[in-house]
């Protein structure tokens, strides 16, 4: 689905349609709320997935991206369960970052469990690199793009997050946005194959994740993102003075 185009500050890039409403849906919100623009690319249709339709999920996703006040929700439309770092997905996703030029890319982390989720943090790193580069991919005509900044979701214990940001005020609206996708999600109706996240304990435990990392800033509900990077303080005593939790 491409609602629109228009530049972008924020761009969530996810493996698959309800990706980027289970992992960043909060954050997206509350920028929206600052007052930024926001979408999110869907790297394939989920046409892999045990239950739903490619075209039912592309009806779901335009339902959440409602729910998100999106300002563009696009597809890649690479193949689900497939998604790899090949020449042709990353001229792809180089032609979106040219085209929406986001300040800020939300997406995976490469150390996830799932093949497709990993690849998409390594795609979009190199496109994310790529699309700055003028020579490259030169035929489409495009002007380059400055080089996104790279948040990528935590989900591993393993990993540490370089911030959480306090999404408190977005846990209903989040989770109305993973709801939209009717099909993936537990329904006593249903009688579509049980799958991980459609058992009925799902939602929750996400909604308990959030709960967790909310903690470790003292906050209701939190979403923690790691940046590769160092980051440039302006004011460590602002920054630092924070609401925090000590225990963390
Ligand atoms: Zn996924």
Redesign the pocket.
């Known amino acids: 689905m491409d609602v629109s185009d228009g530049e972008l500050d924020v761009l969530a890039v ?3 349609p309800d ?1 980027a409403e289970l992992t960043v849906a909060g954050t997206l919100l509350k920028l929206k709320a600052l007052g930024y623009r926001t979408g999110v690319l869907d790297v394939t249709r989920g046409e892999m997935g045990t239950r739903g339709t490619p075209q039912g999920r592309a009806e779901e996703a335009r339902e959440a991206a409602r729910i998100l006040k999106l300002d563009v929700r696009l597809n890649l439309a690479q193949p689900d369960g497939h998604v790899h770092v090949t020449e042709e997905a990353r001229r792809a996703l180089v032609r979106v970052i040219r085209t929406h030029r986001p300040k800020v890319i939300l997406t995976a982390h490469w150390d996830d469990p ?1 093949p ?2 990993a690849a998409t943090a390594r795609l979009t790193r190199e496109a994310a690199r790529l699309a700055s580069m003028r020579r490259y991919d030169e035929e489409a005509g495009q002007f380059s793009a400055k080089m996104p900044a790279l948040a990528h979701a935590v989900y591993s214990r393993l990993v540490a997050p370089s911030f959480i940001v306090d999404v408190s005020d977005f846990v209903e609206e989040k989770m109305q946005s993973i709801r939209a996708h009717a099909s993936q999600f537990y329904s006593p109706d249903s009688d579509e194959p049980l799958t991980r996240i459609s058992d009925q304990s799902f939602l929750g435990q996400l909604e308990n994740r959030m709960r967790y990392y909310g903690s470790l800033i003292g906050v209701a509900a939190g979403e923690p993102f790691y940046v590769r990077e160092a980051l440039n303080i302006e004011d460590p005593v602002a920054l630092l003075t924070r609401p925090m939790n000590i225990y963390s």
Request: charged share 30%; net charge negative; proline share 0%.
């Open positions: 996810f493996s698959h990706d799932h497709d989720h």
